[in-house]
């Protein structure tokens, strides 16, 4: 991808703006029983979700889910959802921004900002990020959040997204973008999130 970087001319707008929690909104793509088997690396994208969803709990961030055909795929994890009240859109499309639901939930709130997590990349991912950025909306994917059956279509869905002007990020980067300093009471436990560490 690097190499592809350099040999693309093609300029592209990276916005910049800093994180505020008020205005952000944590979207959790299609996280389902049925769709989720088949991801590569399915277990390290849960795990770093849950993360996300830990920091924006504590930070007081809106978290909303959307689930693709959910009577056929099934519900979200309970790992994700853990019983929580978060708004939850279903849909057939795969862009949720087909759902006049969401759309009428975004502007109700006037979020700014979006991180996209979920599942797949190339797909509902990718249509619904390109979407909200033809709203002018600023869009922000943890590449270590977002997954495909096949690690080709991850790869190029990423790619395409941060040439339509996504911003590219981590969980990790994230996570400290939202808390900002250290000085402020609720360090200490996104302290322990970040320390939490994947394993098998």
Same mark, same amino acid.
């Given at each position: 991808m690097d190499q592809f970087l350099k040999k693309n001319s093609t300029p592209f707008h990276i916005n910049n703006n800093i994180l505020i929690e008020e205005e952000t909104l944590l979207l959790i793509v299609d996280v389902q029983q049925k769709l989720i088997k088949s991801i590569k690396d399915n277990q390290l994208l849960i795990f @770093?979700? $849950?993360? /996300?969803?830990?920091t924006c709990n504590l930070l &007081? %961030?809106?978290? =909303?889910?959307?689930?693709? @055909?959910?009577? $056929?795929?099934?519900k979200t994890l309970e790992s994700i959802s853990e019983n929580n009240e978060y708004p939850k859109f279903e849909k057939m499309?795969? !862009?949720?921004?087909? &759902?006049k639901n969401f759309i009428n939930y975004i502007s109700k709130y006037n979020f $700014? @900002?979006?991180? %996209?997590?979920?599942?797949?990349s190339h797909i509902c991912i990718l249509q619904t990020s390109i979407d909200l950025l033809q709203k002018g909306l600023n869009i922000l994917i943890p590449r270590d959040a977002i997954g495909s059956r096949n690690?080709?279509?991850?790869?190029? =869905?990423?790619?395409?997204?941060? /040439? *339509?002007?996504? %911003? =590219? !990020?981590?969980?990790? !980067?994230l996570i400290c973008e939202l808390c $900002?300093? *250290?000085s402020r009471k609720e360090f200490k436990e996104v302290s322990k999130i970040l320390k939490n560490s994947f394993s098998n």
């Open positions: @770093n979700i $849950k993360k /996300l969803i830990d &007081n %961030v809106h978290i =909303a889910i959307t689930e693709q @055909n959910p009577l $056929k795929l099934g499309e795969f !862009s949720c921004c087909n &759902n $700014k @900002n979006i991180i %996209v997590c979920g599942i797949e690690e080709i279509d991850n790869e190029t =869905a990423f790619l395409r997204l941060i /040439l *339509s002007g996504a %911003v =590219a !990020s981590t969980t990790e !980067s $900002k300093t *250290s």
